[in-house]
């Protein structure tokens, strides 16, 4: 089967990709984009280690069609921090000494960091549910709720 041209935005830079038609966001990602920070897990939608944004949006790249990307906005891992500074989640993960195996991180990163976006005061029942989607076996979620907790206080401040 012929591929397609998929040309979307992907962590601020204009990508334009060659994907099968029936390739999914997160082949895109990782083959044809060559960014692996986003992983592989259930390929269901069920464990959320794939986590990226869309427009801004958390989706389960697993369950989304690269070709439903065109036109539109995709970051990554790669792209939550920036050149100068880690994002307040990261660096509140790194903190309260989060990352264990590190497999379900780089989806949580992105849950958590679109629920700050859209909600800078989040509750803890609002924080637990923002990051539902996204299981953990090593963890557990208590270091991961008072880390996104911490940072939710320094994307409050600036």
Do not use: W
């Not at 601020?12 to 960014?35: C, F, I, K, N, S």
């Not at 692996?36 to 869309?54: F, I, P």
């Not at 891992?77 to 991180?105: D, K, R």
Request: charged share 20%.
């Amino acid at each position: 089967m012929p591929r397609m041209l998929l040309s979307c935005t992907i962590n601020g830079e204009p990508a334009e990709l060659l994907v099968q038609p029936y390739h999914t966001l997160l082949e895109a990602v990782r083959d044809a984009a060559r960014l692996t920070g986003t992983k592989e897990g259930c390929s269901t939608g069920d464990c959320g280690a794939c986590t990226v944004h869309l427009d801004g949006k958390p989706v389960a790249s697993c369950l989304v069609l690269a070709m439903q990307a065109r036109d539109r906005d995709v970051r990554t891992i790669e792209g939550l921090a920036t050149q100068a500074s880690l994002h307040p989640v990261q660096e509140a993960f790194v903190a309260h000494g989060v990352p264990q195996c590190g497999f379900c991180i780089p989806g949580v990163l992105m849950s958590a960091s679109a629920l700050l976006a859209e909600n800078p005061a989040p509750s803890e029942a609002d924080i637990r549910m923002g990051i539902a989607g996204n299981l953990c076996r090593c963890t557990g979620y208590t270091k991961m709720v008072a880390a996104i907790h911490e940072a939710a206080g320094k994307v409050r401040e600036g």
